[in-house]
């Protein structure tokens, strides 16, 4: 049966992603499955990995794109029990999203309650997942904290958010002044960073206190400015490099920001107990395994039970691949572009 599925021939801008047919169905190996993908996200990550300047994927060439997926279970591999064919499964599978049918361990798959859009379920295994673990576990933040969310337009932003608005936090977010829209409409207060100094903004909107936790991608000497941000005894979350990967910043820039996370955590002490961690969904999946596979279920129930609402900001097909890459390198789009391959 023929099937398509996107290709990265070469690392490049958004014309290398190329829709290419097959005529056999991919078989699955042992300890495998096939799926029937219905929803692909698409993301900045799926960019960076474009460009070659992913750090965890570096090829080889050529691969299909596309950091998650969710999809139903379509053939059994040798010595899988399950989960069953035509169970609805998530996955984030890092490479290998954007695809009519994948192929994937079966051990990797969470399963998605019946009832759930398969574009909204596919928000989870990257953006929310990220958002979560940074919340709940990096910075364990408790009820009534307040906390910063930078670039909090974007899929990990308004996930953070809307988990934050669940959790019952007080949140303040920057923006640029075309999403403040996106960042009230979750209860929170928008900043645009173009406008100002948004550590001063968050200050003065703080009564001067500052927050208990940061989040930032922006990443490199970004860092200080959210770290200077903090109320005494308050955690940064660094968990992204966004300027190194755009260009705007060296790669040794972007290593210095790293290096002055660990700085603050040692010199905590001397900082009013403020201290920094850096955050990775793939290297705490490596790490914590069962953590991954239980939070992504936490999160489905969520969204089954209507606690959390992902932006879907639009549905394409396959062939929009490069169309939607070129919207994420210009910026802006105020939630998850979701290929639907059917
Ligand atoms: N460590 C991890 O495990 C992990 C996991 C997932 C993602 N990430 C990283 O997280 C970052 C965001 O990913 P995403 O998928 O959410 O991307 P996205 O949807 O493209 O969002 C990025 C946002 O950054 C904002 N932005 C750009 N420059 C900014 C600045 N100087 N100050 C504040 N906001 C700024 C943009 O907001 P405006 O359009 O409003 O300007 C945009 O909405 C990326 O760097 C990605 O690699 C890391």
Known sequence: MAWQHIEIARFGGPEVLELVSED????????????????AGTGFTDTFIRMGRYPDFKGPLPFTPGYDLVGTVDALGEGVS??????????????????????????????VPEGIDPAEAVCLPLAYMTAYQMLARAAAIEAGATILVVGASGSVGTALLDLARA??????????????????????QAIDYRAGDFTEAVKRATGGRGVDAAFDAIGGAHFSRTFAALAP???LVGYGSQTMATGGESLIAAGLGLARLKLWSLLSPLLGGRRAVWYSITDRRKAHPEQFADD??????CL??????????????LAAAGEVHRRIDKGGLGGKVVLLPW
Do not use: F, W
């Open 233 to 235: 005894g308050g955690v």
């Open 24 to 39: 056999a169905l991919p078989a699955p190996g042992p300890g495998e499955v096939r799926i029937k993908v219905l929803a």
């Open 304 to 317: 089954k039970d209507g606690r959390i609402r992902p932006v879907v900001a639009d549905r394409l097909p």
């Open 167 to 188: 959790m019952g936090l007080h949140v303040i977010g920057t923006c640029s002044a075309a999403n403040m829209g996106v960042v009230t409409s979750y209860g929170a």
């Open 296 to 301: 992504l279920t936490k999160l489905l129930g």
């Open 82 to 111: 399950g989960p069953a064919v035509g169970t609805m499964v998530a996955d984030m599978c890092v490479v290998g999203g954007y695809t009519q049918y994948a192929v994937r361990p079966a051990s990797a798959l969470v399963p």
